[in-house]
């Protein structure tokens, strides 16, 4: 068994710069650990080198960890957590006993308490069938709750254990790792596939071994079907934006050039609902006449995303309309986007959207205010 990046886990090799795991010979040949040149640079230059697994690629990797490991450590976006609540993730909590992590809670607004999303993320877990033996609700930013990671493992293995820690691209996994670790030692990017094989650490004076796997990228978030640079700018790096908007019939919302929506409710009743996204994310109201007008014109300026760069692709995409029903104290949730709340209901809209892109009707995280 070869030398492997401390990094990426990917085992390094010095015969063909083209390929993953490339460091210089003379560098291999050096004692003690190693970053390969790809997570070398985008630790020090915080330069984009993609490399992208498939699912299948990801399975192997969770199930040879699976292993050796008594404990899944789940780590869940609570920004985007349907995107983040991937079916192949639940089949692993399914197996195992686990502990949840939910991250991110630095961007929620309205102060919500973190008692509160525990409760939340419960109930979604009990609709799965998954009863995890405890919740902790953390910021890998600034640190926030990431002891509490620790002494719920010390709580239930006091002896020590081999957990596996897994979730999709984004969610701050490998942050989490490193906090956990006391150290900077796992690479750590704002672009998703960083990870490329398991890489195993042990914090420090504990028998606890962290099992860090690589994120999987799912099925059906709108983040994926744009270009990098867009991915990076829907995914929320501060407090995420709130619009609230009372629309009557027949009036209609674009929401970046991603999808779009009119109002179809037959009664009088004209609903109120917020719009959740990252801040870059434009949201524009009009009526139906001036949708079909701008959808058609080079109002490209109006919009974002996509950019210019990956617009053309992005049109090309499979498009569907579909029409939803959202209740009041509802969510409708555009995975890797963003969600609507209606305060006041129903809203009942017609969407057209990518194929690809998943949609979902929740209970409401966040209570919408007028």
């Not at 197996?95 to 991110?104: A, G």
């Not at 926030?144 to 002494?151: S, W």
């Not at 420090?204 to 099992?211: A, S």
């Amino acid at each position: 068994m070869g030398k492997k990046c401390i990094g990426c886990g990917i085992e390094l090799q010095s015969e063909d710069v083209n390929k993953g795991g490339y460091l210089p010979a003379a560098k291999l040949e050096e004692p003690g650990d190693h970053y390969c040149q790809r997570c070398f640079k985008i630790k020090n230059y915080g330069k984009y080198m993609p490399v992208r697994m498939n699912k299948d690629d990801y399975r192997r990797e969770v199930q040879e960890a699976m292993q050796y490991s008594k404990l899944a450590i789940a780590v869940f976006d609570i920004i985007d957590f349907e995107g983040s609540f991937d079916d192949e993730i639940l089949d692993v909590l399914r197996e195992m006993d686990s502990i949840v992590v939910v991250n991110k809670l630095d961007l929620i607004p309205d102060d919500k308490h973190p008692s509160e999303v525990a409760d939340w993320v419960k109930d979604r877990l009990a609709e799965e069938g998954i009863a995890p033996l405890d919740i902790a609700i953390v910021s890998s930013k600034n640190g926030y709750g990431i002891n509490g990671i620790f002494k719920k493992i010390k709580h239930f293995y006091p002896d020590g254990v081999e957990a596996l820690v897994l979730g999709v691209t984004n969610v701050g996994k490998s942050s989490i790792v490193n906090r956990l670790l006391g150290a900077k030692k796992v690479t750590v990017s704002k672009y998703p596939g960083t990870t490329l094989k398991s890489v195993k650490n042990q914090i420090p004076h504990t028998n606890i071994f962290l099992i860090d796997t690589p994120g999987l990228i799912p099925d059906g978030r709108i983040s994926d079907l744009v270009c990098e640079e867009c991915n990076l700018k829907m995914v929320p790096s501060g407090e995420i934006s709130r619009k609230t908007f009372k629309v009557k019939k027949g009036r209609a919302l674009i929401i970046g050039d991603l999808l779009w929506f009119r109002v179809i409710n037959e009664d009088e009743v004209t609903p109120i609902f917020s719009l959740y996204a990252a801040k870059d994310v434009t949201f524009h109201e009009t009526n139906v006449e001036k949708l079909k007008e701008l959808l058609a014109g080079e109002r490209s300026d109006l919009f974002f995303p996509p950019c210019e760069k990956c617009r053309d692709t992005y049109k090309n995409l499979d498009m569907i309309k579909k029409k939803v029903k959202i209740q009041a104290g509802e969510e409708l949730v555009f995975k890797g986007l963003g969600w609507i709340s209606v305060k006041r209901g129903p809203l009942e809209i017609e969407i057209t959207l990518p194929k690809k892109a998943g949609i979902i009707v929740r209970d409401a995280f966040i209570k919408p205010k007028r």
